[in-house]
């Protein structure tokens, strides 16, 4: 009611105002100040001292996060601030925070994360600090005046914070979670608040990206008219759970959609189940189309994420889906927080590729795998597989299987231990039989030599496209009969200032599926080792069917983490023009090199299958391994390399989050350098990246 | 809701006449600045080096004031005026620690210390420095012609957007590669692009604020910075100087209006200096702990006793946080601050951390020591 009159108020002295004949831009310009004036008590600076090296550039041979200070907004009197987890991300050793109007510097600790909103609580010893007032999320248009506050231009509080002034493009932005402003949003205010014109605040200035929520995120989106802050209204409403020291985590539902691509023009099929996930706990099975949630209607994809990705661990939702023409309900499902660390159940076999189907044949059966076990061969054909059955019941009977890529999708949903029913094309003759195995984990080995041919060759015929999946028809325009340009090759994107080297084999043939290999160079090298490598990786390619791709870095000196999406886009363009095998993009890499590989793995993971980085630390924060989205990893360096320690440890590491991990470390060796057989290994592991 | 509603209608209703009527229109605003810009062409041409820029009038005579920038560095320097009059120009001054540079329009058939015979009208460059500077959230106008875009008598382009800071750059984060270390105009406008180095910053009214910027790129946060030198800009600068017939270096404090006074009377040299002038050598006593990653916490390992450091009552174990107020998040930016910032003599505050209470020291830094001499 305040509020309302407030406001009334506001607009009879603006117009007495303009019936003076004052001038409207005197008028907002004078109100913004009074505005910065207002909100200023209430923001901090944060100062972080340490940590670890993680992203960032420059001429330094680490990765690592820009070291100025930050901004923060005081959620409450008693010594609470929230700011943006960007600023913590290089985990420092000590954090300080300096207060308008107060003059020592207080030391500050960490108090939780809100690991959705990309935000962090922390804490300091004071009282009677203020707190600023919301806007409600209800009263928040587009259009609205909107000024981005900060505190790291001007390192002296007592001065007004910095200023970028824009408006509110829009609210319930990437899946409902955040406000979107034109104003100018970087480091410099990151965790600073979004006010209104009259000073209250609509949000914490944040990253964010639509593709995922790491730290570092939202880096694409400097300066380009598109910054976000979570709802001060929501920040205000999770803040007891986070001063009780709560994680806020996403919630995971654990629905993997047939049809991920096709957001808008289909009801939600499940695809697959995140085994063990709060969807498949509740009996939700692949196949159920979601018809509802908490009674609101999901008649897309899209729809469903807008509702659930919001959503923290521990809320509950009620569920309706059709099965066939039956409805069925399952109340209050309690998400659930990060999975436990995911592992994909292994068969034991690498398929023949680019077989048209039906079935998939086998190229190779691992030693002592559960295919092994099961007396599974070269050239066996397995037509039917799954779905696994819960423990103690009877096996379930198995479902065809169209090719490969059924295949992979099938298994996705299966942990280790597992017990499925497959059928079984002998080689010789058309004898088929059924037999029940129980999957396994992916072993440390790599199989030493690897039977050929690799490819049916038949990659451009059968693999009908499924019906939806492209319904513009901009599928892939491949034409087998076109001359295609093999050998080392160069290639610029001029328009941004991108260039980047490319290996294809002699043999290319488009009906033959290609590995993708992307070389990531290391300091001062800026691509120059592109015919050297592609010389060396000659005869690998040939005989196996990969392609090599050397993108430069930017700067000559180091990589930086910014330059993922370039990267990224150029690598999606080849994918396109060339005929490559989505289970064999692997980031390979030196030095500074390799911890862009580890960067680009962990960030692209729709992208890359396999990690390869030779004497690089990881440097960026391990993601979990996702059930749709496998990625393997071979580490190594030489024992005199001085990160050999580190280097060894990143394998209980990773595989504590569910990932395949091959660590080598090269006697006699520097970083850089691989003996023959390591790196014959690597070529192996590269070749069986496809395994299943 | 509906009183809401009903005050928002009456405000609309008196925008639209009253806006129909508002004094100062930013169309008479940029109609009387952009007389006031000229458009520079000179040396470059090469990828990432521009042949353009832009500049501001500040005599009634033709003198202009530009950043001093490689683009000046030609016999062949031309302008054209906001009418597309087109002159020959010659540079009369540069200060690089100001950043910022003076030439004046030599018309065709005159020598360049020749009254020129124009009435130009022109920003007064001490009118400016004599009023208090803006803040955050004032509202600016940004005039240049970056990219090329406007061509002879085309006005140049204009943006507008606020003051984000006021403040300085060096230091703050050892990402710039900067020669002015003074305080600067952070804009939240892009307006340093290429060929706008030189422009017009200005307030809503047109009132003249600073000059224009290069393009300056934070290598740690990949972003760009947008900002302007400030007609208050004050910087210590080396000159040249005739005592009792014999020249001297010595080093002055110059602000921005006096640099112009001296240097449209073509009365003013710059001195090449030492690349790295400010790599002091300076000594303090510490010892800190292996500097092992790149952002290892400036922790004390050992105190020479006797060192600057130690009188100060520095102590292995203590954390040293802030030194001049500025955050110290790492060994390196520590040694880094000292050899940037500090000589023999200078006194620098420290916010040492010390088991969990803040202290404060000043330590005076001396001449770094030469090595002991080895044993025979």
Same mark, same amino acid.
């Given at each position: 009611?305040?509020?309302?009159?407030?406001?009334?108020?506001?607009?009879?002295?603006?117009?007495?105002?303009? %019936?003076?004949?004052?001038?409207?831009? =005197?008028?907002?310009?004078?109100?913004?100040?009074?505005?910065?004036?207002?909100?200023?008590?209430?923001?901090?600076?944060?100062? /972080?001292?340490?940590?670890?090296?993680?992203?960032?550039?420059?001429?330094?041979?680490?990765?690592?996060?820009?070291?100025?200070? /930050?901004?923060?907004?005081?959620?409450?009197?008693?010594?609470?601030?929230?700011?943006?987890?960007f600023?913590?991300?290089?985990?420092?050793?000590?954090?300080?925070?300096?207060?308008?109007?107060?003059?020592?510097?207080?030391?500050?600790?960490e108090?939780?994360?809100?690991?959705?909103?990309?935000?962090?609580?922390?804490?300091?010893? %004071?009282?009677?600090l203020?707190?600023?007032?919301?806007?409600?999320?209800?009263d928040?248009?587009a259009?609205?005046?909107?000024?981005?506050?900060?505190?790291?231009?001007?390192?002296?509080?007592?001065?007004?914070?910095?200023?970028?002034? #824009?408006?509110?493009?829009?609210k319930?932005?990437?899946?409902?979670?955040?406000?979107?402003?034109?104003?100018?949003?970087?480091?410099?205010?990151?965790?600073?608040?979004?006010?209104?014109?009259?000073?209250?605040?609509?949000?914490?200035?944040v990253?964010?990206?639509?593709? #995922?929520?790491?730290?570092?995120?939202?880096?694409?989106?400097?300066?380009?008219?598109?910054?976000?802050?979570?709802?001060?209204?929501?920040?205000l409403?999770?803040?007891?759970?986070?001063?009780?020291?709560n994680?806020?985590?996403?919630?995971?539902?654990?629905?993997?959609?047939?049809?991920?691509?096709?957001?808008?023009?289909?009801?939600?099929?499940? *695809?697959?189940?995140?085994?063990?996930?709060?969807?498949?706990?509740?009996?939700?099975?692949?196949g159920?189309?979601?018809?509802?949630?908490?009674?609101?209607?999901?008649?897309?994809?899209?729809?469903?994420?807008?509702?659930?990705?919001?959503?923290?661990?521990?809320?509950?939702?009620?569920?309706?889906v059709?099965?066939?023409?039956?409805?069925?309900?399952?109340?209050?499902?309690?998400?659930?927080?990060?999975?436990?660390?995911?592992?994909?159940?292994?068969l034991?076999?690498?398929?023949?590729?680019?077989?048209?189907?039906?079935?998939?044949?086998?190229?190779?059966?691992?030693?002592?795998?559960p %295919?092994?076990?099961?007396?599974?061969?070269?050239?066996?054909?397995?037509?039917k597989?799954?779905?696994?059955?819960? =423990?103690?019941?009877?096996?379930?009977? +198995?479902?065809?299987?169209?090719?490969?890529? +059924?295949?992979?999708?099938?298994?996705?949903?299966?942990?280790?231990?597992?017990?499925?029913?497959?059928?079984?094309?002998?080689?010789?003759?058309?004898?088929?039989?059924?037999?029940?195995?129980?999957?396994?984990?992916?072993?440390?080995?790599?199989?030493?030599?690897?039977?050929?041919?690799?490819?049916a060759?038949?990659?451009?015929?059968?693999?009908?496209?499924a019906? *939806?999946?492209?319904?513009?028809g901009m599928?892939?325009?491949?034409?087998?009969?076109?001359?295609?340009?093999?050998?080392?090759?160069?290639?610029?994107?001029?328009?941004?200032?991108?260039?980047?080297?490319?290996?294809?084999?002699?043999?290319?043939?488009?009906?033959?599926?290609?590995?993708l290999?992307?070389?990531?160079?290391?300091?001062?090298? #800026?691509?120059?080792?592109?015919?050297?490598?592609?010389?060396?990786?000659?005869?690998?390619?040939?005989?196996?069917?990969?392609i090599?791709?050397?993108?430069?870095? %930017?700067?000559?000196?180091?990589?930086?983490?910014?330059?993922?999406?370039g990267?990224?886009?150029?690598?999606?363009?080849?994918?396109?023009?060339?005929?490559?095998?989505?289970s064999?993009?692997?980031?390979?890499?030196?030095?500074?090199?390799?911890?862009?590989?580890?960067?680009?793995?962990?960030? =692209?993971?729709?992208?890359?299958?396999?990690?390869?980085?030779?004497?690089?630390?990881?440097?960026?924060?391990? #993601?979990?391994?996702?059930?749709?989205?496998?990625?393997?990893?071979?580490?190594?360096?030489g024992?005199?390399?001085?990160?050999?320690k580190?280097?060894?440890?990143?394998?209980?590491?990773?595989?504590?989050?569910?990932?395949?991990?091959?660590?080598?470390?090269v006697?006699? +060796?520097?970083?850089?350098?691989?003996?023959?057989?390591?790196?014959?290994?690597?070529?192996?592991w590269?070749?069986?990246?496809?395994?299943? | 809701?509906?009183?809401?509603?009903?005050?928002?209608?009456?405000?609309?209703?008196?925008?639209?006449p009253?806006?129909?009527t508002?004094?100062?229109?930013?169309?008479?605003?940029?109609?009387?600045?952009?007389?006031?810009? &000229?458009?520079?062409?000179?040396?470059g041409?090469?990828?990432?080096?521009?042949?353009?820029?832009?500049?501001?009038?500040?005599?009634?005579?033709?003198?202009?004031?530009?950043?001093?920038?490689?683009?000046?560095?030609?016999?062949?320097?031309?302008?054209?005026?906001?009418?597309?009059?087109?002159?020959?120009?010659?540079?009369?001054?540069?200060?690089p620690?100001?950043?910022?540079?003076?030439?004046?329009?030599?018309?065709?058939?005159?020598?360049?210390?020749?009254?020129?015979?124009?009435?130009?009208?022109?920003?007064?460059?001490?009118?400016?420095?004599?009023?208090?500077?803006?803040?955050?959230?004032?509202w600016?106008?940004?005039?240049?012609?970056?990219?090329?875009?406007?061509?002879?008598?085309?006005?140049?382009?204009?943006?507008?957007?606020?003051?984000?800071?006021?403040?300085?750059?060096?230091?703050?984060?050892?990402?710039?590669?900067?020669?002015?270390?003074g305080?600067?105009?952070?804009?939240?406008?892009?307006?340093?692009?290429?060929?706008?180095?030189?422009?017009?910053?200005?307030?809503?009214?047109?009132?003249?604020?600073?000059?224009?910027?290069?393009?300056?790129?934070?290598?740690?946060?990949?972003?760009?910075?947008?900002?302007?030198?400030?007609?208050?800009?004050?910087?210590?600068?080396?000159?040249?100087?005739?005592?009792?017939?014999?020249?001297?270096?010595?080093?002055?404090?110059?602000?921005?209006?006096?640099?112009?006074?001296?240097?449209m009377?073509?009365?003013y040299?710059? &001195?090449?200096?030492?690349?790295?002038?400010?790599?002091?050598k300076?000594?303090?006593?510490?010892?800190?702990?292996?500097?092992?990653?790149?952002?290892?916490?400036?922790?004390?390992?050992?105190?020479?006793?006797?060192?600057?450091?130690?009188?100060?009552?520095?102590?292995?174990?203590?954390?040293?946080?802030?030194?001049?107020?500025?955050?110290?998040?790492?060994?390196?930016?520590?040694?880094?601050?000292?050899?940037?910032?500090?000589?023999?003599?200078?006194?620098?505050?420290?916010?040492?951390?010390?088991?969990?209470?803040?202290?404060?020291?000043?330590?005076?830094?001396?001449?770094?020591?030469?090595?002991?001499?080895?044993?025979?």
């Amino acid at each position: 009611m305040h509020r309302t009159l407030a406001t009334f108020a506001l607009g009879l002295f603006l117009c007495a105002g303009f %019936a003076r004949g004052q001038d409207i831009n =005197a008028a907002n310009e004078k109100a913004m100040k009074a505005a910065t004036v207002k909100v200023a008590p209430s923001v901090v600076r944060i100062d /972080t001292v340490g940590g670890l090296e993680i992203v960032g550039g420059g001429k330094s041979p680490e990765i690592r996060t820009g070291t100025g200070g /930050t901004t923060g907004v005081v959620v409450s009197p008693d010594g609470y601030i929230i700011t943006s987890s960007f600023n913590f991300a290089s985990k420092p050793s000590k954090i300080f925070v300096t207060i308008p109007g107060r003059k020592d510097r207080l030391e500050a600790s960490e108090v939780a994360t809100d690991q959705t909103r990309m935000l962090t609580l922390i804490k300091v010893d %004071a009282t009677g600090l203020t707190v600023p007032t919301p806007i409600a999320k209800k009263d928040t248009t587009a259009g609205q005046w909107a000024l981005a506050i900060g505190r790291t231009l001007d390192p002296d509080v007592e001065h007004l914070p910095s200023v970028s002034l #824009g408006i509110i493009s829009a609210k319930d932005r990437i899946w409902g979670k955040v406000i979107q402003t034109d104003a100018k949003v970087s480091p410099t205010n990151y965790g600073g608040p979004l006010i209104g014109i009259d000073g209250r605040v609509f949000g914490i200035l944040v990253p964010m990206g639509q593709r #995922g929520s790491k730290e570092t995120i939202g880096y694409d989106w400097y300066d380009s008219g598109i910054s976000f802050a979570v709802p001060f209204e929501d920040v205000l409403a999770k803040f007891p759970a986070m001063k009780a020291g709560n994680e806020l985590r996403a919630g995971l539902h654990g629905i993997v959609p047939k049809n991920p691509a096709a957001e808008y023009l289909y009801k939600l099929e499940v *695809g697959a189940l995140q085994p063990k996930s709060a969807a498949e706990k509740a009996g939700i099975e692949v196949g159920d189309v979601i018809a509802s949630i908490d009674g609101k209607p999901v008649p897309n994809y899209s729809t469903f994420r807008h509702i659930m990705e919001p959503k923290y661990e521990g809320d509950s939702v009620t569920f309706k889906v059709m099965r066939g023409d039956k409805e069925l309900e399952f109340k209050d499902v309690k998400l659930l927080g990060a999975s436990t660390a995911f592992i994909n159940g292994f068969l034991g076999i690498l398929p023949l590729r680019d077989d048209p189907g039906p079935g998939v044949p086998i190229r190779f059966v691992y030693p002592d795998s559960p %295919a092994a076990k099961a007396s599974l061969k070269e050239g066996d054909r397995i037509m039917k597989l799954g779905p696994p059955s819960p =423990a103690g019941a009877p096996p379930r009977p +198995a479902r065809p299987l169209a090719n490969r890529d +059924a295949l992979a999708t099938t298994l996705a949903s299966m942990a280790p231990g597992d017990e499925v029913q497959i059928e079984v094309k002998r080689k010789d003759g058309d004898k088929i039989e059924t037999i029940t195995l129980k999957l396994g984990t992916i072993p440390d080995v790599i199989p030493a030599k690897l039977p050929m041919p690799s490819s049916a060759g038949k990659a451009m015929e059968g693999q009908p496209k499924a019906k *939806g999946l492209d319904p513009f028809g901009m599928g892939d325009k491949k034409d087998p009969a076109q001359k295609v340009e093999t050998g080392y090759i160069e290639r610029a994107n001029t328009a941004k200032d991108r260039s980047f080297w490319l290996y294809i084999p002699s043999n290319y043939d488009p009906n033959i599926s290609h590995g993708l290999i992307v070389w990531f160079h290391g300091i001062g090298q #800026g691509g120059k080792d592109g015919e050297a490598r592609s010389q060396l990786l000659k005869q690998f390619c040939e005989d196996h069917h990969f392609i090599v791709m050397g993108p430069r870095s %930017a700067s000559t000196d180091s990589w930086i983490p910014t330059e993922t999406q370039g990267v990224v886009q150029d690598i999606r363009a080849i994918m396109k023009e060339f005929t490559i095998d989505h289970s064999r993009v692997i980031a390979h890499g030196t030095g500074n090199g390799g911890q862009m590989a580890f960067h680009v793995g962990f960030n =692209a993971r729709d992208t890359f299958r396999g990690v390869a980085p030779i004497g690089a630390k990881l440097g960026t924060t391990p #993601g979990d391994n996702i059930a749709t989205q496998p990625l393997s990893f071979f580490i190594a360096t030489g024992d005199k390399d001085p990160n050999v320690k580190e280097i060894e440890a990143l394998k209980p590491l990773l595989a504590e989050k569910g990932f395949p991990v091959v660590v080598r470390v090269v006697k006699e +060796a520097g970083k850089d350098t691989l003996d023959a057989k390591t790196f014959e290994e690597l070529q192996s592991w590269m070749d069986s990246l496809d395994r299943l | 809701m509906i009183p809401m509603r009903i005050a928002i209608l009456t405000i609309l209703a008196f925008i639209v006449p009253a806006t129909a009527t508002a004094a100062d229109s930013y169309e008479q605003v940029c109609r009387d600045v952009n007389s006031k810009m &000229v458009k520079i062409f000179g040396a470059g041409g090469f990828v990432r080096l521009n042949n353009f820029g832009s500049g501001i009038i500040i005599s009634p005579e033709g003198h202009i004031l530009t950043v001093a920038s490689p683009l000046l560095d030609t016999p062949e320097l031309a302008v054209h005026l906001y009418d597309g009059r087109r002159f020959k120009a010659v540079v009369l001054a540069v200060e690089p620690e100001l950043d910022a540079a003076i030439i004046k329009i030599v018309p065709e058939g005159k020598q360049p210390l020749d009254p020129t015979g124009l009435d130009l009208e022109y920003f007064d460059i001490a009118a400016s420095a004599a009023k208090p500077p803006a803040g955050p959230g004032d509202w600016i106008l940004g005039f240049s012609n970056q990219f090329e875009i406007a061509l002879r008598e085309e006005p140049v382009s204009v943006q507008r957007g606020v003051v984000s800071a006021y403040t300085t750059l060096d230091g703050r984060k050892g990402g710039f590669d900067f020669p002015y270390n003074g305080k600067v105009y952070v804009i939240d406008a892009v307006t340093n692009n290429p060929g706008a180095a030189g422009g017009a910053l200005t307030d809503r009214q047109g009132n003249l604020l600073g000059i224009i910027g290069r393009e300056i790129r934070n290598k740690q946060t990949d972003t760009w910075l947008n900002y302007a030198i400030p007609t208050h800009a004050v910087a210590d600068v080396i000159v040249k100087e005739t005592v009792n017939g014999k020249e001297e270096s010595k080093t002055v404090t110059l602000k921005l209006p006096e640099f112009v006074v001296k240097g449209m009377k073509a009365d003013y040299r710059a &001195v090449k200096r030492d690349p790295s002038p400010l790599r002091a050598k300076v000594y303090t006593g510490i010892t800190f702990v292996p500097n092992v990653l790149t952002r290892t916490p400036a922790f004390v390992e050992a105190v020479a006793p006797g060192s600057p450091a130690a009188d100060a009552g520095l102590k292995p174990d203590d954390l040293i946080s802030f030194v001049d107020g500025e955050p110290v998040t790492s060994i390196t930016l520590f040694i880094d601050y000292l050899e940037r910032r500090t000589k023999p003599g200078t006194t620098i505050r420290l916010e040492v951390r010390r088991k969990g209470l803040t202290q404060l020291m000043s330590v005076q830094l001396t001449v770094k020591e030469p090595p002991a001499p080895s044993k025979p």
